[in-house]
């Protein structure tokens, strides 16, 4: 914990009640979308915000209900009840602290530049999208549609006085978080002026009382596990992968470095409570968490101070923050899509490799379209495939005559699965002379892929009566080769060290 200075506590309480604020509709929205009650996800929201800014690795990152787990929460909900979507929530989170406890947050890091760009662009679109739902009414039929005439324009125009006045007050002041100031200048604005509009009341009550302790009522036998786990499982990744993409942006915007290992353990927990609470679990915010970080929240009391907060809205607030305009939550949001959203991508298209800006369409598309767990990890295959192809081609050799009359092959690049075909294609075993040199000075074997590529080699040699000489190999090669085993000439002071991806070697 920093130095509790005056600036410090000012700047982290602002920003805790901010995001508080902002959290009350998303949340609600989240619960409705997985159809469980508005305090299943306000409950959410308190207990993961707390447990994670407290304990959690990424101090200013906020965590809570998201609808990322809310649409894979949906069917679980709908065809077993809400008791079985808690008890997938606490297996969720035993999932999670076992990914954690194997250490696994590090991996985090290999996920490539264009995959986080994606990401970002993917989710500030989402929230984007997400927030045309509030335009829409009950129409006679109780089928939602959307408004027209003077409601929307009223509410079009509280959305654009919200983010005129974000957008000017630090024009103003700094000393106060702008979103702060154009929700409270929007919902004082609405009374003074006696505006009708839709609010946060019109989305669900938001009054109630401390959550309580209760083991979800589902029978406890294997029939449950094989109901429950499919959906634990996949709200688990989802929720590893929203929070450490987050915590690797939240890094870059701070210029810290964050504990992904710290933060999977503490998020895991926080399910695990949340569940055994009757909340609907949740992981990493980007949008809350840049509201919190761009007000100066980046410590872990603004967290705190948000579920803080949010407990009590539900305890004693309610009648007070369901006032508040829906339109200028809709506005606070559309100025964090704004600011969240990578718009140096547009320059990068031209300049960067054709790979790296289609992996970033992609990423940002399957974000929109389908999930964020299939967008990053289709990035992530499509980027690995990418480089693979890329590194398969570096695979050259130069030849060359020594006195003895030997033709010596001087190779270098990195031999693997990939390069293994353009490998074998650098050689003319029938034209070569009666002894061949293999020089691996310059290069690198990874793979059982080449220790095979290898082997054929040598063997093509064999079969012509000629003799393949094979030196500076790494010793884990000279274990796991098999038909060019004796070609081998070993060199203990030159020879490299490194280790080769095979299972013999076990």
Same mark, same amino acid.
């Given at each position: 914990?920093?130095?509790?200075?005056?600036?410090?506590?000012?700047?982290?309480?602002?920003?805790?009640?901010?995001?508080?604020?902002?959290?009350?509709?998303?949340?609600?929205?989240?619960?409705?979308?997985?159809?469980?009650?508005?305090?299943?996800?306000?409950?959410?929201?308190?207990?993961?915000?707390?447990?994670?800014?407290?304990?959690?690795? $990424?101090?200013?990152?906020?965590?809570?209900?998201?609808?990322?787990?809310?649409?894979?929460?949906?069917?679980?909900?709908?065809?077993?009840?809400?008791?079985?979507?808690?008890?997938?929530?606490?297996?969720?989170?035993?999932?999670?602290?076992?990914?954690?406890?194997?250490?696994?947050?590090?991996?985090? $890091?290999?996920?490539?530049?264009?995959?986080?760009?994606?990401?970002?662009?993917?989710?500030?679109?989402?929230?984007?999208?997400?927030?045309?739902?509030?335009?829409?009414?009950?129409?006679?039929?109780?089928?939602?549609?959307?408004?027209?005439?003077?409601?929307?324009?009223?509410?079009?125009?509280?959305?654009?006085?919200?983010?005129?006045?974000?957008?000017?007050?630090?024009?103003?002041?700094?000393?106060?978080?702008?979103?702060?100031?154009?929700?409270?200048?929007?919902?004082?604005?609405?009374?003074?002026?006696?505006?009708?509009?839709?609010?946060?009341?019109?989305?669900?009550?938001?009054?109630?009382?401390?959550?309580?302790?209760?083991?979800?009522?589902?029978?406890?036998?294997?029939?449950?596990?094989?109901?429950?786990?499919?959906?634990?499982?996949?709200?688990?990744?989802?929720?590893?992968?929203?929070?450490?993409?987050?915590?690797?942006?939240?890094?870059?915007?701070?210029?810290?470095?964050?504990?992904?290992?710290?933060?999977?353990?503490?998020?895991?927990?926080?399910?695990?409570?949340?569940?055994?609470?009757?909340?609907?679990?949740?992981?990493?915010?980007?949008?809350?968490?840049?509201?919190?970080?761009?007000?100066?929240?980046?410590?872990?009391?603004?967290?705190?101070?948000?579920?803080?907060?949010?407990?009590?809205?539900?305890?004693?607030?309610?009648?007070?923050?369901?006032?508040?305009?829906?339109?200028?939550?809709?506005?606070?949001?559309?100025?964090?899509?704004?600011?969240?959203?990578?718009?140096?991508?547009?320059?990068?298209?031209?300049?960067?490799?054709?790979?790296?800006?289609?992996?970033?369409?992609?990423?940002?598309?399957?974000?929109?379209?389908?999930?964020?767990?299939?967008?990053?990890?289709?990035?992530?295959?499509?980027?690995?495939?990418?480089?693979?192809?890329?590194?398969?081609?570096?695979?050259?050799?130069?030849?060359?005559?020594?006195?003895?009359?030997?033709?010596?092959?001087?190779?270098?690049?990195?031999?693997?699965?990939?390069?293994?075909?353009?490998?074998?294609?650098?050689?003319?075993?029938?034209?070569?002379?009666?002894?061949?040199?293999?020089?691996?000075?310059?290069?690198?074997?990874?793979?059982?892929?080449?220790?095979?590529?290898?082997?054929?080699?040598?063997?093509?040699?064999?079969?012509?009566?000629?003799?393949?000489?094979?030196?500076?190999?790494?010793?884990?090669?000279?274990?796991?080769?098999?038909?060019?085993?004796?070609?081998?000439?070993?060199?203990?002071?030159?020879?490299?060290?490194?280790?080769?991806?095979?299972?013999?070697?076990?």
């Amino acid at each position: 914990m920093p130095t509790l200075s005056p600036t410090y506590l000012k700047s982290n309480l602002l920003s805790g009640l901010t995001v508080a604020l902002a959290l009350v509709p998303e949340a609600i929205a989240f619960a409705l979308v997985a159809q469980v009650s508005p305090l299943t996800g306000l409950y959410a929201a308190v207990l993961v915000s707390f447990m994670t800014s407290a304990f959690g690795g $990424r101090p200013g990152m906020i965590s809570a209900a998201a609808g990322s787990l809310a649409v894979v929460m949906t069917a679980l909900v709908v065809q077993h009840g809400a008791q079985y979507l808690f008890a997938a929530v606490v297996l969720m989170g035993v999932l999670q602290l076992l990914f954690a406890a194997a250490r696994l947050g590090k991996f985090i $890091r290999m996920v490539p530049h264009p995959v986080m760009l994606g990401f970002v662009n993917g989710l500030a679109l989402v929230i984007f999208v997400a927030q045309f739902g509030h335009f829409k009414t009950p129409g006679p039929d109780g089928a939602p549609q959307w408004m027209a005439g003077p409601a929307l324009a009223t509410m079009l125009g509280v959305v654009a006085a919200t983010m005129a006045v974000i957008y000017l007050t630090p024009r103003v002041t700094k000393a106060v978080p702008a979103t702060l100031v154009g929700i409270l200048a929007a919902s004082a604005g609405c009374a003074l002026l006696g505006i009708d509009t839709k609010t946060v009341g019109d989305l669900g009550s938001i009054a109630g009382g401390l959550p309580a302790f209760a083991l979800p009522e589902v029978p406890w036998n294997l029939d449950t596990l094989r109901i429950v786990f499919p959906y634990a499982l996949v709200l688990a990744g989802v929720g590893l992968i929203e929070s450490l993409l987050t915590l690797t942006l939240v890094d870059e915007i701070t210029d810290t470095r964050g504990q992904p290992n710290r933060e999977c353990l503490a998020l895991g927990a926080a399910n695990v409570v949340t569940g055994l609470f009757g909340g609907m679990g949740g992981c990493a915010l980007i949008g809350q968490s840049m509201i919190n970080v761009n007000s100066g929240g980046t410590g872990r009391l603004s967290g705190i101070v948000a579920s803080s907060f949010l407990l009590s809205f539900i305890l004693v607030g309610s009648h007070w923050i369901e006032q508040i305009p829906l339109a200028a939550l809709i506005g606070v949001m559309f100025v964090v899509c704004e600011k969240t959203f990578e718009w140096g991508t547009f320059r990068l298209f031209g300049r960067v490799p054709r790979a790296d800006a289609l992996v970033i369409v992609l990423v940002a598309g399957m974000t929109l379209a389908f999930d964020l767990a299939v967008a990053v990890l289709a990035g992530v295959v499509v980027s690995a495939l990418v480089f693979a192809w890329q590194h398969a081609r570096q695979i050259r050799v130069e030849t060359d005559v020594d006195a003895q009359g030997w033709k010596v092959y001087e190779l270098e690049g990195t031999l693997f699965f990939a390069s293994v075909t353009g490998f074998q294609a650098l050689f003319t075993p029938k034209e070569d002379p009666q002894d061949v040199v293999i020089e691996f000075r310059r290069a690198r074997v990874a793979d059982h892929s080449a220790i095979q590529a290898i082997d054929a080699l040598a063997e093509r040699y064999r079969q012509l009566g000629k003799r393949l000489h094979l030196r500076h190999l790494s010793p884990d090669c000279r274990e796991v080769l098999e038909k060019a085993r004796d070609m081998i000439e070993v060199n203990l002071l030159e020879d490299p060290r490194y280790r080769v991806a095979d299972d013999k070697l076990a």
